[in-house]
């Protein structure tokens, strides 16, 4: 059965969502629906709904309230994604759309916030079992033959946030070293992957946004900053912000030995043309892009400072942390290549 669209938006209210449901479940009785408040990060409200009349079903809402209006988000877009990820069994069905969200089937899991605390007790396969899961989940996403001919470049949308939304007073980075940040990665990414092909990227690949569901398999969550890009963006993505979310919570983790080049592997075998990709210029790529997702932690959290209330920790000391890997890493990449700054 295909989603239908309903042209209104969806304010955190039951009456919004009795109106939903009435589309979209019918034969639920107001009186007997039961509604409940879920953790939805920062850029959305989440809610599941059930009915015990329907044992079958229940279903989950994700009701936009940030980044609306952001040059990082295209919501027409993500919904085409969506319904292609839904059509090729890698998202739960979609029941509805509307203006500001959607509602799709719910999935019973278990978030993987803990991803990074992983305890020494813990034996190094099964901590790359974890690795594992995600890097064929991933592949698996970026095998989708997905053509998006007006698929703005990811550096283009960035420059657009940093100009549109940035503060003028700022203790760190200012807009305009910002700006020649974004450009000197840009022009060294172009040099350096010139020859690959660009793929569909989920666009905020952490661990808030992954679900471990009953037959141990793993849902990506959370598709509002979906765009096209090269594959070592989403890997890259997931691994600074594991380190990004362990510095910022003062946590003192190591990930298992190899552990990009093990999830590098294990992504590789998942993929359609194995033999055309280069293992360890992938892992090389990688590196470069995450100096791409330093830069957006950089705008997006002085440009949203309640988001470093969802790591805990104080808005400066995270941006100085933010910078001070930054500014390492670009060192090193640039010793590696025989480049000065």
């Not at 229940?58 to 209006?69: A, C, Y």
Request: proline fraction near 3%; hydrophobic fraction near 40%.
């Amino acid at each position: 059965m295909a989603s239908i669209h309903l042209p209104f938006k969806v304010n955190n209210s039951k009456r919004d969502v009795y109106k939903v449901l009435s589309a979209i479940k019918p034969n639920w009785e107001k009186k007997c629906v039961q509604i409940k408040n879920l953790e939805g990060g920062y850029s959305c409200h989440m809610k599941h709904c059930s009915c015990p009349n329907d044992n079958a079903s229940s279903i989950s809402f994700r009701i936009r309230n940030l980044f609306i209006d952001s040059p990082l988000t295209d919501s027409d877009f993500e919904l085409q994604v969506l319904k292609v990820l839904s059509k090729n069994n890698l998202f739960p069905r979609i029941y509805a759309t509307f203006e500001n969200g959607y509602c799709y089937e719910y999935v019973k899991g278990k978030a993987l916030i803990n991803f990074p605390l992983i305890r020494n007790s813990i034996r190094v396969e099964k901590k790359m079992l974890r690795y594992r899961t995600v890097a064929t989940q991933l592949a698996e996403i970026h095998k989708i033959p997905f053509f998006e001919t007006e698929s703005q470049d990811y550096f283009i949308k960035l420059t657009k946030l940093l100009e549109k939304d940035f503060p003028k007073v700022t203790k760190l980075l200012s807009k305009r070293s910002l700006r020649s940040e974004l450009k000197c990665v840009e022009s060294f990414l172009q040099h350096k992957i010139c020859n690959s092909s660009l793929v569909l990227s989920h666009g905020d690949l952490h661990i808030f946004n992954l679900l471990k569901k009953v037959d141990d398999s793993v849902l990506f969550l959370d598709w509002e900053l979906t765009h096209m890009n090269h594959r070592a963006f989403d890997i890259a993505f997931f691994f600074q912000t594991l380190c990004s979310i362990g510095m910022a919570k003062k946590v003192k983790f190591k990930l298992p030995r190899n552990a990009e080049r093990t999830f590098i592997k294990y992504y590789i075998q998942n993929c359609n043309h194995e033999s055309t990709i280069d293992g360890s210029a992938l892992y090389c790529e990688v590196q470069i892009y995450k100096l791409v997702v330093l830069l957006y932690l950089m705008i997006t959290q002085s440009i949203y400072t309640d988001l470093a209330e969802m790591v805990s920790v104080n808005p400066q000391e995270y941006h100085q942390q933010l910078l001070a890997d930054y500014l390492q890493k670009k060192a090193a990449i640039m010793r590696v290549n025989g480049l000065e700054e």
